[in-house]
């Protein structure tokens, strides 16, 4: 039997989820680490990070109750990602670090492991042995991939929303075929 509120299941299983928690852990070490400490940029950057995670788990616990809630927190979470993708950026670019280009062997082979690797203890431990250019360029291509996987679970929303209904609709057919049984 179908039941009105479905449990969705679990986040931690989303690969969006698991690539915005190694964000957040990585951009965790490298400003605490790489940033003066006083320097709002790293209460900035933190938080940004954390909003992308946190907005994912916020948008799928809404999930079985409110599409329009999930979206708009799943976007939420796209934003603030990219939020932080400009603060790697501009951390490179004021210090006079190279960006990795698209096609550049260093992207290609972080490219390969973010989408072999989805959990931070992986990356925390390559971390430790690398440069801050280096650990912001990592941070950058895991941006990317979080912000393509975002991309595509709000496409796959919508899709669902615009073919099914939402809550409400579900309601009212359900309260329908119950009154149509008795």
Not at 8 to 25: A, M
Not at 54 to 81: D, F, P, R
Request: proline share 1%.
């Amino acid at each position: 039997m179908e039941t009105l509120i479905p449990n969705r299941g679990n986040y931690k299983k989303l690969l969006s989820y698991q690539k915005s928690n190694v964000i957040f852990e990585l951009t965790y070490y490298f400003c605490h680490k790489y940033l003066s400490k006083g320097d709002r940029t790293i209460d900035q950057m933190v938080q940004a990070a954390r909003s992308g995670k946190q907005n994912i788990i916020e948008g799928c616990s809404a999930s079985s109750t409110s599409a329009k809630t999930e979206i708009k927190l799943l976007n939420v979470a796209k934003a603030s990602l990219l939020e932080l993708l400009e603060d790697y950026e501009d951390y490179l670019k004021v210090r006079n670090h190279r960006q990795w280009e698209e096609e550049s062997v260093e992207m290609e082979a972080m490219r390969k492991l973010g989408i072999q690797h989805s959990n931070a203890e992986y990356f925390m431990h390559l971390v430790e042995t690398r440069s801050p250019e280096t650990i912001a360029n990592m941070a950058i291509m895991l941006i990317k991939q979080a912000d393509y996987l975002l991309y595509r679970q709000l496409q796959r929303l919508s899709s669902d929303f615009v073919n099914n209904g939402g809550f409400s609709e579900k309601m009212s057919r359900m309260r329908r075929e119950n009154r149509d049984k008795r």
